[in-house]
């Protein structure tokens, strides 16, 4: 019986080390899924059964990432919306206004440099103008959350220019 048990056990812990977890990387708390992963977490992820290679389930994070992109870039210690972000938001909008039942994470983002705390509120700063602009276009505000990371998540985690670049964003994801 015991070793029956030792197992069934050591059978779940190669289930578990084989599972698929593109989705597990926003960490504790319920964030952002599929956060942080340039485009999104791709094609082929949970949900695509049914589609050819490179198409994602229609409404579906992927979607939203192939579609239309999930993230806008800001300057420097800004939070404004420039032109590039405002026709990215522009097709979020739209996509959004297709599927209606699904709602959205916005993540702010800021670089490594500032403190911990100026960093929180731009990229609270820079969620809210994302979340903002959606609104203004027609999107329901109970549709959207907001999360500001500051520099706790970034994508590149290089402390070079081009680097920094790639981590002032916001991120929006299907929740």
């Known amino acids: 019986m015991k070793s029956a048990t030792i197992a069934c056990l050591a059978a779940l812990a190669l289930l578990a080390a084989c599972s698929d977890d593109k989705n597990s990387s926003a960490g504790a708390g319920g964030t952002a899924p599929g956060y942080g992963q340039p485009g999104g977490p791709g094609a082929g992820g949970p949900g695509s059964a049914g589609y050819g290679a490179g198409q994602a389930t229609p409404g579906s994070e992927e979607d939203l990432a192939q579609s239309v992109g999930d993230r806008i870039y800001f300057a420097t210690d800004r939070s404004s919306v420039d032109d590039q972000a ?26 490594e440099r500032g403190t911990e705390e100026y960093n929180i509120a731009l990229g609270e700063r820079r969620a ?24 706790s998540r970034p994508v590149d985690s290089a402390s070079t220019p081009e680097a920094w670049a790639k981590n002032r964003n916001a991120i929006t994801s299907v929740r």
């Open 86 to 111: 405002r026709a990215t938001l522009d097709k979020q909008a739209g996509w959004l206004q297709q599927y209606p039942q699904v709602s959205v994470w916005i993540a702010g983002n800021c670089d």
């Open 128 to 151: 809210n103008a994302d979340r903002d602009y959606l609104v203004a276009h027609g999107i329901a505000r109970t549709r959207i959350e907001t999360i500001s990371y500051g520099k």
